[in-house]
């Protein structure tokens, strides 16, 4: 059974920064991309971030390139989110989930989530 | 530009039937999509993945009451025999090199 477990979160104020990571079991994980979708409280889906599988390469929504950065630790099954320069439009539930068949493709698991409040 | 167009809300009867509508952007009506669900004060939940042509895969545990099917632009989720339960956010999402991109939502009221 796939099983991804999100961890990191909390409260930060305005320019602090925050690490994310998502704990991921139940795959072969080195072969899947896994990405970050945030929610904003009352708000939809917003996807934040990916990384492909294999090697592959980072990929970030325009809303935050240039604060955070994803990697992943196949060794560890693990893949990080860091967090810098947040505002307060960060605040969200952020939310890992594997991307299916290939790197680009839909995402079939998701997390529970973990939450991120920016605010002084 | 590839976005997701979905209507903000809709409502069905319980018992009923209900199709929702996920459409894509101009230059994009070959695109496959998937469709969650987020039950309230709950994450999403992966139904399904749906291609052009109407094929579909659905997830784990996913009931026959929930369906995929296509045309042109449009991407359907129908539910039928509508539930309690199904009472939830939709979403649509979709994928092209270097992104991925989810509907606005579609909040589903059973009455």
């Known amino acids: 059974e796939v099983q991804l477990v999100e961890s990191g979160g909390g409260l930060v104020q305005p320019g602090g920064s925050l690490r994310l990571s998502c704990a991921a079991s139940g795959f072969t994980f080195s072969s899947y991309a896994i990405t970050w979708v945030r929610q904003a409280p009352g708000k939809g889906l917003e996807w934040v971030s990916g990384f492909t599988g294999s090697g592959g390469s980072a990929y970030y929504a325009d809303s935050v390139k240039g604060r955070f950065v994803i990697n992943r630790d196949d060794s560890k099954n693990t893949v990080h989110l860091q967090m810098n320069s947040l505002r307060a439009e960060d605040t969200a539930l952020y939310y890992c989930a594997k991307v299916g068949s290939s790197s680009w493709s839909d995402f079939d698991s998701w997390g529970q989530g973990t939450l991120v409040t920016v605010s002084s | 530009q590839l976005v997701l167009t979905q209507s903000p809300s809709a409502s069905a009867s319980l018992g009923a039937s209900i199709k929702l509508t996920c459409t894509l952007s101009?230059?994009?009506?070959?695109?496959?999509i998937a469709w969650h669900q987020q039950q309230p004060e709950k994450g999403p939940r992966y139904l399904m993945k749906l291609n052009s042509d109407g094929s579909h895969t659905k997830g784990d545990g996913i009931p026959d009451r929930f369906s995929g099917s296509s045309s042109g632009a449009e991407r359907y989720l129908t539910i039928s025999s509508l539930q309690s339960e199904d009472e939830a956010d939709y979403y649509c999402q979709t994928w092209d090199i270097g992104l991925w991109v989810f509907g606005g939502g579609t909040k589903l009221t059973v009455l």
């Open positions: 101009s230059g994009h009506s070959r695109y496959a």
